[in-house]
């Protein structure tokens, strides 16, 4: 039994290896890389096409995997070790930081590789495709380019002439006015009816639009929180007040323009003063903004300044282009920020010798409970985003060293929410909502809405902070920080 001892456990010892290594190398595909490189990199980084950063085609065979994985995961870290690639890389791009990703493995950062990979060899069989497939269309393609520089040439010249004999035509029509001492043309009444065209069709447009395209907002969709349908009422009474003003508005604004037009047989009445018409337009918008302002201060009370003193507490980091969401763990206490950490310890500004931030997580989703309430604290790291969560009716400026909160529950699963839209592919998200820069429009990142138990599960899969740096967070020692270090690091 003594010798079967030891050599049971090398047999379990191997299994165990065995197992780990075969799931690593299961996670490590093109597939979950390109999931990694939507979430982390599309906010900067193209294949084909330069973003804020290069295009990424062939970076894989440029520099070696181990250099390529520190540079994605601290690319300041190895910049100030002197690394010749990393300080040349930084001196193209005139010293722009790059995000760090320390909360990646190697295994994920070898994933996104590997997409990159497979990205780059698909694409000249693409092109080579497109290019078979078009035939004698590429070949044609500068004379179509020279035949639309022609047909705008053309253009121009006709629409100056056009202008030229309309300017000739009214400059004669002026000098027969003047001598025959009265206007040829009734310039009144054809501009009057040109002002009711206009305002009908403007006002036609308008209705058209709303009844087209009214039911795409997100505001027709069933709120996925609990003060969801609180918001949307106050929202649609005033859109549904302003719509009504706006008609009756603008229809009288045209109507009149055309009805009083200068006319020997229409003439406007003029009153220097009428008491009673004053107090009318001013008591009734009086009376009706007093109320909308008075429900609406009611419902952002009602919304903004609940305690909720059992909420989760995430925090939600901004940077140009992307988020990141960090969880306050099994104590619910979020470890304190010091935003000169940022970029050189890690990514979020983590205070890495404060006991709280140790159990800390750190995702690239954003993951709720469904029914349990959440207290979302905002971080920007560059400049002023607005974290929109259009489902949930939440909107919150993200402001550099102002930290912001919203607190709010979740109602729907994401499961149930693909159900009522009856789309298996929806996906509620969290946008930026401010113009940030010139890769704006793809800051997102994912939310999903869990039940209790899955969200539970999902949350015990998730590495702490302490597993994922090499940092020691166990630290009792506090960092040695200026006088003035309560302005520096806050807790949230």
Same mark, same amino acid.
């Given at each position: 039994?003594?010798?079967?001892?030891?050599?049971?456990?090398?047999?379990?010892?191997?299994?165990?290896?065995?197992?780990? *290594? %075969? *799931? /690593?190398?299961?996670?490590?595909?093109?597939?979950?890389?390109?999931?990694?490189?939507?979430?982390?990199?599309?906010?900067?980084?193209?294949?084909?096409?330069?973003?804020?950063?290069?295009?990424?085609?062939?970076?894989?065979?440029?520099?070696?995997?181990?250099?390529?994985?520190?540079?994605?995961?601290?690319? $300041?870290?190895?910049?100030? /070790?002197?690394?010749?690639?990393?300080?040349?890389?930084?001196?193209?791009?005139?010293?722009?930081?790059?995000?760090?990703?320390?909360?990646?493995?190697?295994?994920?950062?070898?994933?996104?590789?590997?997409?990159?990979?497979?990205?780059?060899?698909?694409?000249?069989?693409?092109?080579?495709?497109?290019?078979?497939?078009?035939?004698?269309?590429?070949?044609?393609?500068?004379?179509?380019?020279?035949?639309?520089?022609?047909?705008?040439?053309?253009?121009?010249?006709?629409?100056?002439?056009?202008?030229?004999?309309?300017?000739?035509?009214?400059?004669?029509?002026?000098?027969?006015?003047?001598?025959?001492?009265?206007?040829?043309?009734?310039?009144?009444?054809?501009?009057?009816?040109?002002?009711?065209?206009?305002?009908?069709?403007?006002?036609? =447009?308008?209705?058209?639009?709303?009844?087209?395209?009214?039911?795409?907002?997100?505001?027709?969709?069933?709120?996925?929180?609990?003060?969801?349908? $609180?918001?949307?009422?106050?929202?649609?009474?005033?859109?549904?007040?302003?719509?009504?003003?706006?008609?009756?508005?603008?229809?009288?604004?045209?109507?009149? /323009?055309?009805?009083?037009?200068?006319?020997?047989?229409?003439?406007?009445?003029?009153?220097?003063?009428?008491?009673?018409?004053?107090?009318?337009?001013?008591?009734?918008?009086?009376?009706?903004?007093?109320?909308?302002?008075?429900?609406?201060?009611?419902?952002?009370?009602?919304?903004?300044?609940?305690?909720?003193?059992?909420?989760?507490?995430?925090? =939600?980091?901004?940077? $140009?282009?992307?988020?990141?969401? @960090?969880?306050?763990?099994?104590?619910?206490?979020?470890?304190?920020?010091?935003? @000169?950490?940022?970029?050189?310890?890690?990514?979020?500004?983590?205070?890495?010798?404060?006991?709280?931030?140790?159990?800390?997580?750190?995702?690239?989703?954003? %993951?709720?409970?469904?029914?349990?309430?959440?207290?979302?604290?905002? @971080?920007?790291?560059?400049?002023?985003?607005?974290?929109?969560?259009?489902?949930? @009716?939440?909107?919150?400026?993200?402001?550099?060293?102002?930290?912001?909160?919203?607190?709010?529950?979740?109602?729907?699963?994401?499961?149930?929410?693909?159900?009522?839209?009856?789309?298996? /592919?929806?996906?509620?998200?969290?946008?930026?909502?401010?113009?940030?820069? *010139?890769? %704006?429009?793809?800051?997102?990142?994912? =939310?999903?809405?869990?039940?209790?138990?899955?969200?539970?599960?999902?949350?015990?899969?998730?590495?702490?902070?302490?597993?994922?740096?090499?940092?020691?967070?166990?630290?009792?020692?506090?960092?040695?920080?200026?006088?003035?270090?309560?302005?520096?690091?806050?807790?949230?």
């Amino acid at each position: 039994m003594k010798i079967f001892t030891p050599i049971a456990k090398m047999l379990v010892l191997l299994i165990t290896l065995s197992t780990l *290594s %075969h *799931s /690593s190398l299961l996670a490590q595909t093109p597939e979950e890389g390109e999931k990694l490189f939507t979430a982390n990199c599309t906010a900067c980084h193209a294949i084909n096409d330069k973003v804020v950063g290069p295009a990424l085609k062939d970076v894989h065979t440029k520099y070696k995997e181990d250099w390529l994985i520190k540079w994605i995961k601290n690319s $300041q870290s190895l910049i100030k /070790s002197g690394d010749a690639d990393a300080v040349k890389i930084s001196k193209e791009y005139n010293g722009m930081v790059m995000n760090s990703f320390e909360n990646l493995t190697d295994v994920q950062v070898k994933s996104i590789l590997a997409y990159i990979g497979k990205a780059s060899s698909e694409a000249p069989k693409a092109a080579a495709t497109a290019d078979a497939s078009a035939g004698s269309t590429t070949v044609a393609d500068p004379v179509s380019s020279t035949t639309k520089s022609i047909i705008n040439w053309l253009v121009v010249i006709i629409t100056g002439l056009i202008v030229l004999v309309l300017g000739l035509t009214f400059a004669i029509l002026e000098r027969v006015d003047d001598l025959k001492g009265k206007s040829t043309i009734n310039w009144s009444k054809i501009n009057s009816i040109l002002i009711f065209l206009f305002g009908s069709v403007g006002i036609a =447009v308008a209705a058209w639009e709303i009844y087209a395209h009214g039911k795409l907002t997100v505001y027709n969709q069933e709120p996925a929180s609990a003060h969801g349908p $609180q918001f949307d009422n106050m929202f649609n009474i005033t859109t549904i007040l302003t719509v009504i003003v706006f008609f009756i508005t603008q229809a009288l604004l045209f109507w009149f /323009s055309f009805r009083y037009k200068k006319s020997e047989k229409s003439k406007a009445l003029f009153y220097p003063d009428n008491h009673k018409l004053e107090l009318i337009w001013i008591i009734i918008p009086s009376i009706v903004l007093t109320t909308l302002v008075i429900y609406g201060l009611k419902t952002w009370n009602n919304v903004m300044n609940v305690t909720t003193p059992n909420a989760r507490i995430v925090e =939600v980091f901004g940077y $140009q282009f992307g988020w990141n969401a @960090r969880y306050s763990g099994e104590d619910n206490k979020l470890g304190k920020h010091d935003f @000169r950490q940022v970029g050189v310890i890690n990514s979020l500004g983590v205070d890495t010798n404060d006991q709280a931030a140790i159990d800390d997580v750190v995702t690239n989703e954003l %993951h709720l409970p469904v029914n349990e309430p959440v207290m979302l604290k905002f @971080r920007a790291k560059d400049v002023i985003h607005s974290a929109y969560l259009p489902h949930f @009716r939440v909107q919150m400026n993200v402001v550099p060293g102002l930290p912001t909160q919203f607190g709010f529950t979740p109602t729907l699963t994401t499961e149930e929410m693909r159900k009522k839209l009856n789309d298996p /592919s929806f996906d509620y998200i969290l946008l930026c909502n401010k113009i940030c820069g *010139s890769a %704006h429009y793809r800051m997102k990142m994912k =939310v999903v809405v869990h039940a209790k138990d899955d969200f539970n599960k999902w949350y015990a899969e998730q590495p702490k902070l302490v597993q994922k740096n090499n940092t020691n967070l166990a630290s009792t020692e506090p960092a040695a920080l200026p006088t003035d270090s309560t302005n520096i690091t806050t807790k949230n």
